[in-house]
């Protein structure tokens, strides 16, 4: 298991990744973080039981945690899975499980379908699909220009977020251009009902893993009769309130070669 950044490149663009990688299966399990968080979502992963013997890779997106935060770059979810599809292409491990969170969700969603023919399972963990899942910050932040988001929202969400209670959001470590204009492509997308569509049209092995204090989110309902999962004792962090049940069911859910 190794931390360390690495260099992609898109679009003719050169970009830095912090990453944290561990090769050893044929299987990879790759974890997108959400909105305003890093790939510290995903920390308990790394030392689970039920894990140890798996491929496991984990990233700050561009803008947040310790990667690069360009002011050239969009940050719009599309150009977030562009990057994803660079990385992803790094790694030579050929069965591939994506395992996203919140905004992660929609981005693992966006990826290419180059990318997303070699999946073997998809986890949706409280992934944005429908207007609905845009949270009270993402709205709030779209309803302001950015010259007010960056000089008195983002401080506020900064000093709420600051407690130990909220280790799971890393907005010190995130830029307020990318979260700003992540956020507006957020809602975007979750209200054009083209992430629902791509999420049930998905052909590989797929579930909705969900909070239990979340048993009355209307996506639940939109989702029909595809496999879900509720993960007791949590909330929309559901891998951070409830690990142990979290990746022991993500275990059990996942086809791996062994």
């Known amino acids: 298991m190794y931390e360390k950044t690495i260099n992609i490149k898109v ?3 050169s970009y830095n990744i912090s990453i944290k990688h561990r090769s050893v299966s044929d299987d990879l399990i790759i974890f997108l973080h ?15 039981k039920d894990l140890t013997g798996q491929s496991l890779l984990s990233f700050d997106l561009l803008g947040f945690g310790q990667s690069e935060k360009p002011d050239e770059f ?8 562009g990057v994803c599809d660079a990385i992803i292409r790094t790694f030579s491990e050929d069965r591939l ?5 919140s905004m992660g969700g929609a981005v693992g969603l966006l990826i290419s379908d180059e990318i997303l023919n070699r ?10 699909l429908i207007s609905e899942d845009c949270g009270l910050i993402s709205r709030k932040t779209t309803c302001v220009p950015y010259k007010i988001f960056k000089n ?3 401080p506020d969400f900064q000093s709420q977020f600051a407690g130990k209670e909220y280790r799971q959001i890393s907005l010190d470590t995130a830029s307020p251009l990318a979260f700003y204009n992540s956020s507006k492509s957020l809602v975007s997308w979750s209200e054009s009902g083209h992430l629902l569509k791509r999420f049930k049209g998905l052909k590989c092995k797929k579930t909705y893993f969900y909070g239990e204090q979340n048993s009355g989110m209307k996506v639940l309902t ?3 009769n595809m496999e879900k999962r509720k993960i007791s004792g949590s909330g929309h962090f559901l891998m951070n309130d409830n690990p142990d049940e979290f990746y022991s069911e993500l275990r059990g859910f996942l086809p791996l070669s062994r």
């Open 11 to 13: 679009a003719g663009v």
């Open 34 to 48: 959400g909105l305003g968080c890093s790939k510290d979502s995903f920390e308990g992963a790394w030392n689970h």
């Open 74 to 81: 969009t940050y719009t979810l599309e150009d977030h899975a």
């Open 97 to 101: 499980h994506i395992v996203a969170h």
């Open 119 to 128: 999946v073997i399972s998809f986890v949706n963990v409280e992934g944005n």
């Open 152 to 154: 008195e929202l983002f």
């Open 222 to 224: 939109k989702l029909g």
